[in-house]
């Protein structure tokens, strides 16, 4: 049984119509800047290692990942066909609403390294989709929560929603440690915004980052 965090209320949202509605359009964009997805890239590159088994919850047609490394298998999730259909990461995917269901369609211990990217700030039902992610993880995997400061505001639950940037670090952390991940890193960073303005100091999407890991297992004694 998940370790529940939040209260009824925080997980209310604006727009409580199906999310497939909201997603049932491909949207082929960007949803944060090159500075922020140049920094995750970075991230992947230091975090994931080659050969790995990854899951990339909650997609698009782009995952981020550094073009030059090969992944054991990247499976896909999200709730737009068209998007997973296009993204030429994904060896596999599938469709699913995890507000509806969070249960993962994943065997035990199958995954090596999770990734949420922009994503988690959409979760009405967090505790059990970080039970399931704990659950599909091999001992001494990862999971990668990055996010930014924006967001479908009417899509948000209101944890989110009316929380500052340190206190969605804050309750990412702790709906993971409830469920037995151990933070391995917390990432607050700023991007520069694109030249000529970034050479003057403007910024970027900033870059947030929880590294969550699954203790290994202990050795019988
Ligand atoms: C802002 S997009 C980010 C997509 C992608 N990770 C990226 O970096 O571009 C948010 C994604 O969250 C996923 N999502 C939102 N609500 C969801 C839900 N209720 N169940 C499953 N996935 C959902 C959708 O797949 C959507 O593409």
Redesign the pocket.
């Known amino acids: 049984m998940a370790q529940l965090v939040l209260s009824d209320d925080q997980r209310k949202k604006l727009d409580s119509a199906d ?1 497939k509605l909201f ?1 049932a359009e491909p949207r082929f964009v ?3 800047d090159a500075a922020f997805r140049q920094r995750l890239t970075e991230l992947y590159r230091e975090r994931i290692p080659p050969g790995s088994v990854v899951l990339d919850l ?3 047609w ?1 995952s ?1 990942l550094p073009e030059q490394i090969s992944y054991g298998e990247v499976i896909g999730h ?3 066909e068209a ?1 997973l259909r296009a993204n030429p990461r994904l060896n596999r995917y599938w469709v ?4 509806v269901d969070p249960r993962l369609p994943l065997p035990q211990d199958s995954v090596d390294v999770s990734l949420i ?3 988690w700030q ?1 979760l009405q039902q967090p505790e059990p989709l970080a039970e399931e992610l704990f659950r599909c993880t091999r001992a001494g995997g990862q999971l990668l929560v990055a996010f930014s400061n924006r967001m ?1 505001f009417t ?1 948000a639950p209101l944890i989110w929603s009316e929380g500052s940037d340190r206190d969605h670090l804050a309750y990412v952390a702790e709906v993971l440690v409830a469920q037995g991940w151990t933070i391995s890193g917390v990432i607050a960073a700023d991007t520069p915004a694109p030249a000529p303005l970034g050479w003057l100091g403007a910024k970027g999407d900033p870059f947030f980052c929880v590294i969550a890991a699954k203790p290994a297992a202990k050795a019988a004694s």
């Open positions: 999310d997603y960007q949803h944060l909650m997609s698009s782009v981020h999200g709730l737009n998007e699913q609403n995890l507000n990217v922009a994503g959409y479908f899509k």
